[in-house]
């Protein structure tokens, strides 16, 4: 079968990775078989095993409760906040004000979800952006080289959350209560950013920074030959920031210094990174990874929730370029501005391992 019309075969059957998981096959299909360079790359950090001990940031003295009471250890959490956003672009934080009751509530919604009746999931099955709330089996599907092992839900949460009655009944109100706190989380995380560049602390979120939240929940089913696909490929993020929650399993890369490195998850952490959009505004000052999560045969799925402070795929008109406050002679604009809509027709035209901020470089 034509490689474009076996794929466009599988997202009508609208069953997704987790269908063809159900199926009992012993091996995956061709379209989701990964390029001999990818494979090659699996090897070798399968080989290697590095472990990225990523910076841990303590809120608990960069709160909102706490700002103004210990200047000092705000300080010093703006400085780790720094220092991982420019040589990183991620970090763990601790302390953070989201329950762990909440996240594990949540994480066993999304996997309620993706494990129900495929019958009830297809209503949800769409790839039509202008919807709050759609399921569907990656996002690239069309344009990538190769499939992922993957299938996501999605829900615009802000700055007009859907009603908790038109969302499914598995994790609804549970999804619209942590999106309100990650909400919290972020604008705080985006004054200490603020911060961090020297800016006044409400400089990112004046820029709307925070306003737009898209959160999405990924399901990565046991995959019966891991060693010849991936979870999800290679890419940066298409947001200002990324709120990630995951669950115990593991598989989250950080490509650094030209090797994969393992990100192992932390009980009752959360992984911050940097996006493009963020990114871009800061002419590099920080930058946003690349990174990937590699298939496993698990006896259950992995699944994670990252919250992107993105417009996405929605219509959004307004034009960002460098801060002008962090330019100079000696650091002049090295993007053209650009409108939210061009940069999501960029994304949307490429496979997501093709890095978008070039497009934009002067």
């Known amino acids: 079968m034509d490689p474009s019309h076996e794929r466009k075969a599988f997202d009508d059957m609208k069953i997704g990775v987790k269908g063809l998981a159900d199926s009992g096959i012993t091996e995956i299909p061709p379209m989701f078989r990964a390029p001999p360079t990818i494979l090659a790359s699996l090897k070798e950090a399968q080989a290697s095993q590095q472990v990225m001990n990523i910076p841990t940031v303590d809120l608990k003295g960069g709160s909102v409760h706490y700002k103004n009471e210990d200047v000092m250890t705000r300080r ?3 400085e780790q906040i720094r220092e991982a956003s420019e040589k990183l672009g991620f970090f763990r934080v601790t302390n953070h004000g989201i329950s762990l009751e909440l996240q594990e509530r949540l994480l066993g919604g999304i996997r309620g979800f993706h494990e129900q009746d495929p019958h009830v999931r297809k209503q949800f099955y769409s790839r039509d ?10 996002v690239d599907l069309f344009t990538s080289a190769s499939a992922s092992w993957r299938d996501t839900l999605i829900c615009y949460t802000a700055p007009d959350p859907p009603r908790s009655q038109d969302l499914p009944a598995v994790f609804g109100e549970t999804m619209l209560e942590y999106s309100k706190e990650v909400m919290s989380l972020g604008e705080l995380i985006f004054e200490l950013l603020s911060e961090a560049l020297g800016l006044e602390p409400n400089h990112l979120k004046e820029m709307d920074c925070a306003k737009s939240q898209m959160m999405t929940g990924q399901y990565y089913p046991p995959c019966p030959q891991p060693d010849l696909t991936l979870g999800l490929s290679k890419h940066s993020d298409f947001a200002f920031l990324t709120v990630l929650l995951q669950d115990n399993i593991g598989g989250l890369q950080v490509l650094h210094e030209e090797a994969w490195i393992d990100v192992p998850p932390v009980s009752g952490d959360l992984v911050i990174n ?6 871009f505004i800061t002419n590099d000052k920080f930058i ?3 990174h990937r999560v590699v298939a496993h045969r698990s006896s259950e799925a992995r699944v994670s929730v990252p919250c992107f402070f993105t417009t996405f795929k929605k219509a959004n008109p307004r034009v960002y370029g460098p801060i002008k406050e962090l330019l100079s002679e000696d650091n002049p604009p090295k993007y053209r501005d650009c409108s939210i809509t061009e940069f999501s027709d960029i994304f949307s035209s490429k496979e997501i391992t093709i890095p978008r901020l070039h497009h934009l470089r002067i």
């Open 288 to 290: 946003s990874a690349e």
């Open 129 to 138: 952006h202008t919807r709050n709330f759609l399921y569907y089996t990656n």
């Open 274 to 279: 940097i996006g493009d959009l963020l990114q």
């Open 76 to 78: 010093n959490v703006v």
